[in-house]
């Protein structure tokens, strides 16, 4: 009994492991979501800030350095975006997809030019990293210490980036604004507010946001870059809070069920030997949980259809009584 409750605390810690970087694209999503567009370049963000964190860290010996480089090379990627995109009138989507495709060579080549290796800066690049933290009193708590203690300080960081986002965009102007943006760009732009502006200013948002994701991968999850790190858990990210309709909690919610994938595919190893099936579990399960919440969508809003109309029913009948 007690080596199964130890199995099922590690399990869980290691879920929510795993899916701090979901949590950061996911939140990031959010505010792109509520203007009304999608971060469909949140790959070329996170690999872009994972690189650059580790390098600068390694060159400067200070990882909070090293972090902040990261954020700004993530938000320099987003600046460009928007500027190929309102500016330049490119297409958002495409441009984010030739981004993502682009960083994911343009990375190696830095790998490359730095180390002399096109995998992994491991072994020649000591890169430093934020550690994992023991929360007073909870860590002795058993099985809840086990779960949500020793994680690392990324990891406590996402969790409260989901009050920030859920409080930016709910409780300040600026929220207001940008979820205005979202849903009816020309009112706003009727009272002298420019949406470009607006639209530009959350994609800078979701670039610090979502280069902390990029940087746990290789500044906390592990100490070292390695080639294409973010596996594809930008657009896992995007997904999560698409399902969740951009709001922060669903987005944490939908995350650590991503997250579960990845933990069940750890777990899984030893005993499925295709990693072609593992590799593709996680985006099997997206494409389930579309399916179930576009149901549930369809019901509720056949249900909303109906009560309407049985109101109107009601208000009519009412009507002739009256007459």
């Known amino acids: 009994m007690v080596g199964m409750v130890d199995y099922i605390t590690n399990f869980i810690y290691s879920l929510i492991r795993i899916a701090t970087p979901l949590i950061f694209v996911s939140l990031g999503s959010c505010i ?12 070329a963000m996170m690999l872009t800030s994972s690189l650059v964190g580790v390098l600068v860290s390694a060159w400067f010996q200070n990882v909070w350095i090293g972090i902040l480089a990261g954020m700004f090379s993530s938000i320099l990627i987003a600046l460009f975006l928007c500027w190929a995109t309102f500016i330049m009138k490119v297409d958002l989507y495409l441009m984010s997809i030739s981004l993502n495709m682009a960083l994911v060579g343009g990375t190696v080549f830095v790998v490359w030019m730095v180390t002399g290796t096109k995998n992994t800066t491991a072994g020649v690049i000591q ?7 023991d929360i007073p009193i909870l860590k002795d708590i058993p099985i809840l210490g086990a779960i949500f203690s020793g994680h690392n300080l990324f990891t406590y960081i996402s969790l409260l980036m989901v009050f920030v986002v859920w409080f930016l965009l709910f409780r300040t102007k600026i929220g207001l604004r940008i979820r205005a943006s979202g849903q009816n760009p020309a009112a706003i732009e009727s009272i002298g507010i420019n949406p470009r502006k607006i639209y530009t200013l959350a994609f800078v948002m979701v670039a610090a946001i979502g280069s902390l994701g990029g940087m746990y991968l ?19 990210g995007m997904a999560a809070a698409t399902i969740a309709n951009g709001m922060p909690v669903g987005s944490l919610i939908m995350s650590l069920v991503f997250g579960l994938a990845y933990a069940i595919t750890n777990y899984v190893k030893p005993y499925i030997v295709d990693s072609y099936f593992l590799s593709a579990l996680p985006f099997l399960m997206i494409i389930v949980f579309y399916f179930i919440m576009s149901a549930y969508r369809s019901q509720e809003e056949a249900r909303r259809l109906k009560a309407a109309r049985k109101k109107l029913e009601a208000e009519q009948e009412s009507s002739a009584n009256a007459a």
């Open 127 to 133: 890169s430093l990293a934020l550690g994992n933290v």
């Open 218 to 236: 290789s500044m906390g999850y592990q100490t070292f870059f390695i080639r294409n790190i973010t596996a594809n858990r930008g657009f896992i």
């Open 32 to 43: 792109s979501q509520q203007a009304g567009l999608l971060n469909m370049a949140a790959e």
